[in-house]
């Protein structure tokens, strides 16, 4: 699962939502929160959530030609001692996105989508945006959860790939990206942190 | 207890506080939408602005308030016509945004990509207002900007779409509250 999105001006209270209007949507949304009531009466314990510190990755140059990137991350959970019980959390990507053309006096501007996923043959890609004026900075966000079987040598793991995608096949022209990572994880079954439970991005 | 053990505990208690506030039998849904309007979009002319006045308030002599309002772009079709029928290389974008005249605050912003000529619908584009506390009025002009991508995309789009609007009385036969959107 992920999500992307541009990040529009907060609001005074809370973010416009992309649902329905009508009566039967907040019928709807009623009934999920029921729901989300009964989930959480039931839930499993967890440890409190630890933050990662976050991760810049390396900015560079996506072309019109080359149309995609993709970079790799792991996420990890480690403690002082083998962790016995899984962790899990969320991860989010913060891209900060500029477009040079090659020739300035021309007035287009492509679209850009970035994606945060587990590794999987077929991934799944944000909503695009339209890139802003040359040199005009275009923010965008994109998050994942963390869970599934991630205990690996005493640690969890959770291989992300962070994908990057123009639009080619118009006026050439490069997209400078600044990106980074943030991620944070909890131990479930358990009130209790593990003694040194961390989590640290790096690229692999 | 410890503070992550409470946690759950306090969860449970924001959303059951959430949930008491879900419409109920005695609540009761004033709707209204503009006129179905085509807009058409050409790489020559790729975009054009609409202005739409929403205005909430009881009917005269009414004294009641209301909690939620609800407004977003309900699009009925999307279509990409192409002289030879054929789809070239550039797929051209679609942007919708809604601005909040009273602080010229973006408040929606949607992208879609066309890849085939009828794409899927996007969701109605919902954007708020979120209401800070239950009012006796509501008033705002909000403007709907449909740009499209430039050359070299080709082809002409047509968006057919209404905006439309919903609020929550806390009377059921809904009489009591007027609810107008009127294009400018």
């Known amino acids: ?204 | 207890m410890n503070a992550s053990a409470s946690l759950p505990l306090a969860r449970l208690a924001a959303l059951a506080l959430l949930v008491t506030g879900c419409p109920s039998r005695d609540n009761g849904w004033v709707e209204a939408a503009t006129p179905p309007e085509a807009t058409v979009l050409t790489a020559s002319e790729p975009r054009v602005q609409r202005r739409v006045q929403v205005r909430a308030a009881p009917e005269p002599g009414e004294k009641l308030e209301f909690s939620m309002l609800n407004l977003g772009i309900e699009t009925t079709r999307l279509a990409w016509s192409l002289p030879d029928g054929n789809i070239p290389q550039v797929h051209p974008w679609l942007r919708v945004r809604v601005f909040d005249e009273r602080d010229e605050r973006l408040v929606k912003e949607h992208v879609l990509v066309f890849d085939r000529p009828e794409p899927t619908l996007p969701w109605p584009l919902s954007f708020g207002p979120d209401l800070p506390k239950p009012l006796r009025e509501f008033e705002a002009t909000y403007r709907i900007e449909f740009e499209r991508q430039g050359p070299p995309s080709e082809g002409t789009i047509q968006v057919d779409w209404r905006l439309e609007g919903s609020a929550l009385t806390p009377y059921p036969d809904m009489k009591h509250l007027q609810l107008t959107l009127t294009p400018l």
């Open chain 1, 1 to 204: 699962m992920s999500h992307a999105r541009l990040l529009l001006p907060k609001p005074k209270s809370s973010s416009p939502s992309a649902w329905r209007t009508g009566p039967r949507a907040w019928g709807a949304r009623c009934a999920l929160l029921l729901a989300s009531v009964s989930a959480l009466a039931t839930s499993r314990p967890t440890s409190r959530d630890v933050q990662a510190e976050e991760y810049v990755g390396a900015p560079f140059s996506l072309s019109t030609q080359t149309a995609k990137a993709t970079r790799r991350v792991l996420v990890r959970a480690t403690a002082s001692k083998p962790l016995t019980r899984s962790a899990e959390g969320d991860a989010a990507l913060h891209v900060v996105a500029r477009w040079t053309p090659s020739d300035p006096s021309l007035p287009e501007r492509p679209w850009f989508r970035i994606s945060l996923h587990s590794d999987t043959p077929f991934p799944p890609m944000g909503d695009p945006v339209v890139l802003g004026n040359p040199g005009e900075p275009v923010v965008l966000e994109a998050g994942t959860p963390l869970f599934g079987e991630c205990l690996v040598d005493g640690a969890c793991e959770w291989p992300l790939a962070v994908d990057f995608e123009v639009q080619g096949n118009v006026a050439p022209g490069v997209v400078e990206v600044e990106w980074s990572v943030t991620a944070q994880a909890h131990v479930v079954d358990t009130d209790d942190l593990p003694k040194a439970f961390a989590v640290e991005i790096s690229e692999p």
